[in-house]
């Protein structure tokens, strides 16, 4: 199985890139905290982006059983606002990660 968007063609998700692209390193924060921590934010994704998105990535890959090797995951990474939009999108699509309990449509019963 593989991403639904391609690695080198992001603007396929134009919401998820913009944000990458403006600020990874806010980005890779808050999904490596939420993800890992279960915090709000940590220092470490602020300050070393690429290894916060290869550990995003491989956490999007086991989760889902992709079969990308970890040295390609590795390099990949490297690009982090390609890395970063991919695995966004792939969260939102497959809801898992910080999109676990994400729902589109609110129950108006409840409100």
């Known amino acids: 199985m593989n991403y639904e968007i391609p ?27 939420k993800i890992f921590r279960n915090q ?12 916060a998105a290869y550990n995003i990535r491989r956490y999007v890959q086991t989760t889902l059983k992709y079969g990308e090797h970890p040295e ?14 991919q695995d966004l999108h792939e969260m939102e699509a497959n809801k898992i990660g910080v999109f676990k309990y994400y729902n589109e449509e609110p129950d108006l019963d409840n409100l």
């Open 72 to 85: 390609k995951s590795f390099l990949k990474s490297f690009c982090c606002c390609f890395s970063l939009t």
């Open 40 to 51: 709000s934010m940590t220092i470490f994704p602020l300050i070393c982006v690429p290894f």
């Open 7 to 33: 690695f080198c063609c992001p603007i396929l998700s134009p919401r998820y890139f913009l944000s990458c692209l403006i600020c990874p390193c806010l980005i890779s924060s808050i999904l490596y905290s």
